[in-house]
T-cell receptor, first 116, second 111 residues
Framework: SAVISQKPSRDICQRGTSLTIQCQVD?????MFWYRQQPGQSLTLIAT?????????ESGFVIDKFPISRPNLTFSTLTVSNMSPEDSSIYLC?????????????FGSGTRLTVV | SQQGEEDPQALSIQEGENATMNCSYK?????LQWYRQNSGRGLVHLIL?????REKHSGRLRVTLDTSKKSSSLLITASRAADTASYFC???????????FGQGTRLTINP
């Protein structure tokens, strides 16, 4: 199954600034996704990153706050813009292999963001 | 949005005992998957069960699916301290690609 390298693994940021999180997959994948996991909570889908077109955002998430890029089939970035303490969460990327399999979806190791 | 509920929210058992976690969901599914997360890190895929399957095994894991009740259970037999983690069910809808997660169960295995 695919392996995802996600970075940074953690960061402490000042409010009002932006942070870009990167995910690199070791093979071409059809779909990539970005999730937010607030402290002690489950995962909430932010958006689906589409190669060559704009991301598809879930209800409650907007492009101005969470711009996403997906320039090719192995790489995607998520930017958390104009951060506030409420953005403190773990952000995870995920990928769906090109061929559906029993292996499920692959996840990056997460970025633990603290906004002060 | 979350797909549904998982219960219990937290479970603490002795090493060697069996652990059962339940998941309910709200809409039709193509498949249901279980994931494990250690200490807020990345998720590890455990097992996938398709909507036309009722039971599946993988090592010490047994998953059941009841589509009429929109529910699934994960059984971990002969638990080990290394099984301590959070466990999440996640569903994929018909024709969809995205995972929708349940609330999760925090499992603690006491030595």
């Amino acid at each position: 199954s695919a392996v995802i390298s996600q970075k940074p693994s953690r960061d402490i940021c000042q409010r009002g600034t932006s942070l870009t999180i990167q995910c690199q997959v070791d093979s071409q994948v059809t779909m990539m996704f970005w999730y937010r996991q607030q402290p002690g909570q489950s995962l909430t889908l932010i958006a689906t990153a589409n190669q060559g077109s704009e991301a598809t955002y879930e209800s409650g998430f907007v492009i101005d706050k969470f711009p996403i890029s997906r320039p090719n089939l192995t790489f995607s970035t998520l930017t958390v813009s104009n951060m506030s303490p409420e953005d403190s969460s773990i952000y995870l990327c995920s990928a769906l292999p090109g061929v559906p399999s029993e292996a499920g979806y692959t996840f990056g190791s997460g970025t633990r963001l603290t906004v002060v | 949005s979350q797909q549904g509920e998982e219960d219990p929210q937290a479970l603490s058992i002795q090493e060697g005992e069996n652990a059962t976690m339940n998941c309910s969901y709200k809409t039709s599914i193509n498949n249901l998957q279980w994931y494990r997360q250690n200490s807020g890190r990345g998720l590890v895929h455990l097992i996938l069960i398709r909507s036309n399957e009722r039971e599946k095994h993988s090592g010490r894991l047994r998953v059941t699916l009841d589509t009429s009740k929109k529910s699934s259970s994960l059984l971990i037999t002969a638990s080990r301290a290394a099984d301590t983690a959070s466990y999440f069910c996640a569903t994929v809808g018909p024709g969809a690609q995205k995972l929708v997660f349940g609330q999760g169960t925090r499992l603690t295995i006491n030595p």
